[in-house]
């Protein structure tokens, strides 16, 4: 059974920046496909970055590229979200996932994905 679990959000003034963790909880190795999501109030999930199994193929939508960054490091069994530069329309649950279906691609979409974390609250004030 994999679990993930997110960490490192919080509260930062426009402009900073925070550092998200996903920690692959599981008896195995993954090179799955993940990736980060997030949810504002009132809004649908939607892609913020997805990273292929060896980390050499990522993606972003244009709302966050080049302001965000995203790594693993499969031998720690952990994924990261580096977020500079915030605005606060980046304020969202965010959320990690897995493709147990993918190893090379990188998915972009939400129903591509098989397991969730719980979510990890950003805010970012003005």
């Known amino acids: 059974q994999v679990q993930l679990v997110e960490s490192g959000g919080g509260l930062v003034q426009a402009g900073g920046s925070l550092k998200l963790t996903c920690a692959v909880n599981s008896a195995t190795s993954s090179t799955n496909t993940m990736g980060w999501f997030r949810q504002a109030p009132g809004k649908e999930r939607e892609f913020v970055a997805a990273?292929?199994?060896?980390?050499?193929?990522?993606k972003y939508p244009d709302s966050v590229k080049g302001r965000f960054s995203i790594d693993r490091d499969n031998a720690k069994k952990m994924m990261y979200l580096q977020m500079n530069s915030l605005k606060p329309e980046d304020t969202a649950v965010y959320y990690c996932?897995?493709?147990?279906?993918?190893?090379?691609?990188?998915?972009?979409?939400?129903?591509?994905?098989?397991?969730w974390g719980q979510g990890t609250q950003v805010t970012v004030s003005s």
């Open positions: 996932a897995v493709d147990f279906d993918q190893v090379i691609g990188v998915s972009t979409e939400e129903y591509q994905y098989d397991r």
């Open positions: 990273i292929n199994g060896i980390g050499e193929n990522r």
